[in-house]
């Protein structure tokens, strides 16, 4: 079985060092030689876990490049695809994709895993959540330690976000670049059929079963607007 193997890091700094990127490819590398597979491509995100993995540029390489092949995607861990169960479940619906570290698992399987995954995180979520509280409440009644454990994590969480928010905006416009760049040879084929209406290559573009970055059917107007980003007129 041919596969297309896709790594994902948290932050800019994993990727330069590669923390993470070589024990990914160990497992990969590991679970090809037990199963037989053979890995024909390698795509890497530098990419937050909450960011859909049908929103990452890498990952739509990745899976448009397994389509294209008629390979598997396959990812190290489950949480290197998502860590969201509505996220796994739309994978599931797009390609067919394995996980190094439980290789036999099927689609079904790494639902379960992924919901059982996601419930233990809210439940960590809501322990965190109770603790802040209780710290909140100490400072009020004049704990000076709580009030200094609150302030640092304020001013923690302010520099977070100024640094974080400026390279949300860049990443956003990258993976919608990367996106658009992806499906410009489907969308200059139509048009070199004589498709000249967003209405007709909407249509031409579902019965190719090219979806939109979000995983959905096109309409005239997300033509519209993938084809203002690529350059591309319409009369």
């Not at 209405?199 to 579902?206: E, S, V």
Request: glycine letters at 6%.
């Amino acid at each position: 079985m041919q596969v297309v193997a896709y790594l994902r890091v948290s932050t800019e700094r994993q990727g330069e060092s590669g923390l993470g990127i070589e024990a990914q490819r160990d497992y990969i590398a590991q679970a090809a030689k037990s199963k037989g597979w053979e890995v024909i491509a390698e795509f890497t995100d530098t990419a937050s876990g909450t960011i859909a993995p049908t929103a990452r540029s890498e990952c739509i390489k990745a899976m448009n490049t397994a389509k294209e092949l008629g390979a598997v995607l396959v990812v190290a861990k489950l949480d290197r695809l998502s860590r969201d169960v509505e996220h796994i479940a739309a994978m599931v619906k797009r390609v067919p994709f394995k996980v190094a570290t439980m290789p036999d698992a099927d689609a079904f399987q790494l639902h379960i895993y992924a919901a059982l995954a996601q419930q233990e995180r809210e439940f960590i979520a809501g322990r965190t959540r109770d603790a802040l509280a209780s710290l909140k409440a100490r400072a009020d009644a004049g704990d000076e330690l709580a009030q200094a454990k609150i302030a640092r994590r304020d001013a923690g969480r302010k520099k977070a976000h100024e640094v974080g928010n400026s390279a949300a905006v860049a990443a956003v416009v990258a993976t919608a670049d990367a996106y658009a760049q992806s499906v410009a040879n489907h969308i200059k084929a139509a048009r070199f059929d004589g498709i000249v209406t967003l209405a007709g290559c909407a249509d031409y573009l579902n019965r190719h079963q090219v979806k939109t970055r979000r995983g959905f059917e096109f309409t005239p107007m997300t033509v519209k607007r993938l084809a203002e980003r690529l350059g591309i007129t319409f009369p």
